[in-house]
């Protein structure tokens, strides 16, 4: 009689132990779903389309300029809070050093919704001077991304005439170089182990009669790298050019060098 009630309360609780481990697995099982849930609804709100073109205008059409930015500020305002202007600027042909930023200031200012809100990006030069605008529709939406017609080294500068001005090769303004400045890896760049090795980035340079550097522009787009290269390249200093005993401005591109390490 004793040894049945035994075998009686092991099988008892041999029961609720499998009951109990179940529900432990249900569970589990449970917070796994739900984990997906949330991720798929992560992914979910980062779910955007590329970037809508708004318009394009020429700048010098002051006109249209206009009647584009009254446009595309109105449809922004339409849109969820979250979504942004961004205006794609562009030098002319013919250009001056600082008319991209020109440029981007006066559209900017003309739009008037801060820069939380609308911003210009440097898209580079075309043959005359644009801004295109943008609309990210969230924070995650993939950029419209510039689209440039020319090289800057096509571009004609009007602080540097044609008269007063040599386009040199990269070997023949090596030669100009009097004092090469060297670059230090950024630390957003160095924690990302950009600077393992050394690290070259190639730099259009307008250099004037006197050696100094006028203008400096990345020839490659690097986020991390590029600041530092034009405040690089614009610490360089070059022997002054002459040609048949006349000093003359140059244009050429140099390479920019970060040494490895610290």
Sequence with gaps: MHRSKLILLLAVLLMALCVL???AQDDGDDDDDDSDIEYIQNVEQCVAPVADKFDEVEFADTKRLDRVIAEFRERLFSLPAEARGVIYVYGGQVSKFDEIEEIGKTVE???GLGNNK???VD???RLVATAVFTIDQLDCSKSFGASPDID???VQFEEFPSADTVRMSRDDIRKQVANEAFGMCPATARAMGECRSTVEI???VAVDQTGNVR???AKAKNPLMQRP???TAKRWKFRPLLVNGMPKNFLGVILVRFPAGD
């Design 21 to 23: 481990a179940a529900k």
């Design 109 to 111: 200012g003309k739009v």
């Design 118 to 120: 609308v911003y210009a």
């Design 123 to 125: 898209g580079g030069y």
């Design 152 to 154: 800057p080294e096509d």
């Design 202 to 204: 190639e730099v259009f």
């Design 215 to 217: 203008f400096a522009r």
């Design 229 to 231: 290269a034009l405040e």
